[in-house]
């Protein structure tokens, strides 16, 4: 028997404990809920970065126009500088030609000339400096929007990096819960197998040991005298009652085990149903997406509204996570939670459509870990309702197992009574023989004081006596 209760401890451990797979759960969610916040709080990081950038570009631009309106006026004085001289240089051929005959004329128009000249040199100077100055101030704002740029993107390339960091942890953590859940399948498969090997064992056990106990009882009940016909009668009554119960405990077995695989089948097919149901739900969804994605390119919106919205949306997300961990309905009800789900998502697509085109990859982002989050809850709590079903059959059977055991105990007790009573009955026989052994076939033997004598029962070979009643 205690080969028998050994299997049942090991299956016992090979299952995961509720409070087992209730922490994997709540460390899984914490997982995805602390992916979800980072993402949110890069979305925020970047959309101030763009803000940051942004004014640093307006004000790139800003200097840059300063610095085209400060050259377009150096253009326009050097065009009236060139002006000024060719009007200069008229007067003085005019002067010139008045004055050929006069030296006095010539050296003013001379002189005229060269003070035009100096002028027109300090201003052609001047629109130089100017012109300088402003292709100085457009190299610095060419410069500046360059360095603006190279932020940006090393921004959105950081950002980019972190996002995709979070998709592998978030990847990792699914591959874990599977792998865990595989674990607990297998445990579970294991563990069915090994009470079925117990079962079958037992029952065998139980078996041989009745049809035994049985051909014993009836050999010793054929060979005793009259008298233990009544012993005999009861004997046998005791053995069919057992036989009778071990078949009850059988069929009871049967029953419950073809019950657990009927459970078992349809707690698969309702997983399959949702998981089909799920995958053409996020296939309208992916649709619905690309669709509001391109309609969300049209519109702009403020950083506020924005934020005020992504507020709203994880609300409501927190929201319909705690609804979805504490609600444990039947399929009807995971059905009519989906529609309502649907409508949910419905008003939130029409609620996101606000949103600018540069958050367009994030939402998409938030939008996959949602769905992927809530279809990983739905299949959780499908697996911890079956494996709840599958450990309280367990537990069923292993009650009846431990009733069968100890019934079949008490069959092995009656047993070892029989056998003492069978004991008995044969040194009564031997002794009845060697009082009816005539005087030349016996042998005598003197035993002296002290002289030790086995008192354990031999099978002896020797002819029963004849009943009384047939001389």
Known sequence: MEANVEPKATLRCGIASPL??????????????????????????????????????????????????DASAATRAREEAEKAAAAAIERAKVAEADAVDSKL????????????????????????????????????AEAARERVEAASAEAVEQAGRELQ?????????????????????QAAEEAKRRLEADKKYASEEALKNL??????????????????DTEKAELEAKVAELEQQLQEQKDAAAAAAAKAREEIAKAEKATEKVREEMSRAVGAERQRVAGMLYKEALQTHTVEEQTM????????????????????????ELQEQLRAREVELNSQRVEMQ???????????????LDESLALEQQTRLELERVMAELQEALTKLTAKEAATDKRALE??????ALKRSYR?????????????????????THLPTGTAVQTDWQAVHMPLPTPEGAK
């Open 309 to 332: 919205q992504l507020e709203t949306l994880n609300a409501e997300i927190a929201e319909t996570r705690q609804e979805l961990t504490e609600t444990k309905l039947s399929l009807s």
């Open 424 to 444: 008995e009955l044969r040194l009564q026989v031997a002794a009845i023989n060697l009082k009816r052994t005539t005087a030349s076939t016996q042998t005598e």
């Open 165 to 185: 960091k979070m998709m592998q942890e978030r990847e990792k953590a699914a591959a874990r819960a599977e792998a865990a859940e595989a674990e607990a399948a």
């Open 411 to 416: 069959a092995e007790n009656n047993l070892a």
């Open 20 to 69: 087992e797979k209730s922490k994997v759960h709540a460390m899984h969610t914490g997982i995805l809920q602390q992916n979800f916040e980072a993402v949110v709080e890069l979305l925020r990081q970047s959309e101030a970065e763009r803000t940051q950038l942004g004014a640093s570009l307006a004000g790139a631009e800003a200097a840059v126009s300063l610095a085209r309106d």
């Open 105 to 140: 004329a010539a050296a003013e128009a001379e002189a005229l000339m060269r003070e035009l000249e100096e002028n027109v040199a300090q201003k052609v100077a001047e629109s130089e400096e100017a012109v300088r100055k402003a292709l100085a101030r457009a190299e610095a």
């Open 211 to 228: 049809e035994a106990a049985e051909e014993e009882a009836r050999r010793s009940i054929g060979r005793a005298q009259m008298k233990f």
């Open 354 to 368: 606000a949103l600018s085109e540069s958050r367009s990859e994030h939402v998409n982002s938030i939008l996959t």
